[in-house]
């Protein structure tokens, strides 16, 4: 039987987040002689400070800017994939992003689902960290996807996750596949089920995590008692 030693800790961390459990039994992905099992789906600094997680995924809503990329690589001290565009930022712009990020110290680089595969291939020419490439329908074209240059597919299908991993599994036995797990251990078992290697996990907000820090504040409780 195996021995562990005693967890590190310090006093002021001990409040971190912590992903499921379960994100554990995949088998990971392997970037850079790195084993990712779990990445946390975030641009919040103080997030990204303070989660057990293996990696950060940023990928955000605007137009990708380098000077986000740069604020989320001073912060993390785990591995980032950042989001470069392919929906509404469009053509060489995306490329310029990609080469920009891995010159700033990204691990990958994520592109939208939209993203055609000229542009993966002007990328994946481009740079020497992986293409991640987005996938949200189980149609999705993943073989040409793969031929362009994408090395990991990041599904994000909402409720038909476990269905898309396991239509790009069926089509692709040994690529590396990063997925949401859902809400709850059962979701996220499941999708490790289908296929995926590495589980998205989303925290709670800094609000949400204030609310019940606040309410207990106010029930007169103090810090330590929540968290000792």
Not at 145 to 172: C, D, K
Not at 177 to 197: M, Q, V
């Amino acid at each position: 039987m195996k021995t562990y030693p005693t967890p590190v800790e310090g006093v002021l961390r001990k409040a971190a987040l912590k992903v499921p459990a379960v994100i554990r039994e995949s088998s990971g992905i392997v970037v850079f002689n790195k084993r990712i099992k779990s990445l946390v789906f975030t641009t919040d600094v103080s997030v990204i400070r303070n989660v057990n997680a293996d990696a950060v995924i940023a990928v955000y809503p605007f137009t990708p800017q380098p000077v986000i990329t740069q604020a989320l690589l001073t912060a993390a001290d785990i591995p980032l994939f950042v989001g470069v565009g392919g929906g509404l930022t469009k053509g060489q712009r995306v490329v310029n992003l990609a080469m920009y990020a891995e010159m700033q110290g990204a691990m990958g680089v994520v592109v939208n689902a939209p993203t055609p595969n000229e542009v993966i291939e002007k990328i994946a020419a481009a740079v020497d960290i992986p293409v991640v490439a987005t996938v949200v329908r189980e149609d999705t074209d993943v073989q040409a996807r793969a031929a362009a240059g994408v090395s990991i597919f990041n599904v994000s299908a909402a409720a038909r996750t476990p269905q898309v991993v396991a239509a790009i599994r069926a089509q692709l036995p040994s690529v590396p596949i990063i997925a949401t797990g859902g809400p709850a251990d059962r979701t996220i078992a499941e999708t490790i089920r289908a296929g995926a290697n590495a589980i998205t996990w989303t925290p709670p907000s800094c609000g949400e995590i204030f609310r019940g820090i606040m309410d207990n504040y106010r029930a007169g409780r103090a810090y330590e008692e929540l968290h000792g």
